[in-house]
Every structure is written in C-alpha cells, then in structure tokens.
C-alpha cells in the first residue's frame, strides 16, 4: 500500500473516532458507567486492608488470597488442593447497586443483614457498606457452612473501616 493512502487511512480513522466520541457525549448518561475509577481514590478501601480479615487458614482448610484491587479482594478455600469455596470483601461504594438486593434480607448475621444469591453463594452486608460473599465451588458447601465460613471474617475490623478517617494536613 502506498504511504499517501496509509497516511489519509489514519487520518481518516483518528477523525472518525474523533467524530464518533463527539457525537456521543451528549448521551452518555445512557452508556454504562460508573467504574472504580469514578470514585475518588479516598473513599474506596484499598484491598489490601482486607486481606487481614479473611478467615485464617487451618489444618484442614487452606486460605489463599487470589486476587486484589481497588474496593475488592478474593480468596480461595481450599480443602486439600479441592477448590471449595471463593470468598470475596467488597466495597460498595463502588458498586451502590450491590446493597439493594440487601433492602429485603430477611435474615441476619452476627447482626448485619443476609442474603442468599441462588443455591451456591451467601453475601452479608457490613457497616452498611462492605459486601462479604462465600460462593460454593462444587457441592461441599451448604447455606450453613456458608454462614459458618462468613462468621470466620473478621466482621467487627471490616466494620471498623467504614468509619471516616481526619484527613492529615
């Protein structure tokens, strides 16, 4: 292809995208949205402080951390080396929508509200706030030994930060 025709293609490409965002932006209150990102970098949880209040691994039951970011942090249980659960801290603040399915819980642990999401997933609300999810990988889990699982975070020191901090001058 001869460079003049490779030049005018790219010029054409970058003032079609140009072009196309610019038509856009008046409707994007129609795209999706509303990422992390969007939330200043002060109200969102680093996941790191979550990782300490994941249950403790034992003898029979292994805990390992598996994924962290911004608002969110993931372990995985293990029994052996079978997969058994995913337990997962969240904060909302990122995801607002995520509290609404919490408005009709009926039940409650260790006095936060409690819902169960279909037959393999348990999720707790705390402080209004932090999502803690156990989701069942395979069939060793029921609802109770979900909760139990639940119970094992450490729900007060999650709690704990959802208080507002002093900003340091």
Do not use: I, W
């Given at each position: 292809m001869p460079r003049p025709l490779r030049w005018v293609l790219g010029f054409l490409l970058v003032g079609g995208l140009l072009l196309g965002g610019a038509l856009l932006l008046p409707f994007s209150e129609w795209l999706p949205g509303g990422t992390v990102g969007d939330v200043?970098?002060?109200?969102?949880?680093?996941?790191?402080?979550?990782?300490?209040?994941?249950?403790?691994?034992?003898?029979?039951?292994?805990?390992?951390?598996?994924?962290?970011?911004?608002?969110?942090s993931e372990a995985r249980l293990k029994q052996g080396d079978q997969l058994i659960a995913l337990l997962a801290i969240s904060d909302t603040i990122t995801a607002p929508e995520a509290m609404a399915k919490f408005e009709q819980a009926r039940e409650q642990l260790k006095g936060w509200p409690l819902v169960e999401q279909g037959p393999h997933a348990s999720a707790l609300l705390v402080a209004d706030r932090f999502q803690v999810k156990v989701i069942e990988q395979g069939n060793c889990l029921d609802a109770s030994h979900r909760h139990d699982v639940l119970s094992e975070f450490d729900l007060q020191g999650l709690a704990s930060l959802a208080t507002p901090t002093i900003p340091r001058s």
């Open positions: 200043p970098l002060q109200q969102v949880v680093n996941g790191s402080k979550f990782n300490q209040l994941f249950p403790a691994s034992d003898p029979e039951f292994r805990v390992t951390m598996s994924q962290e970011k911004r608002g969110f």
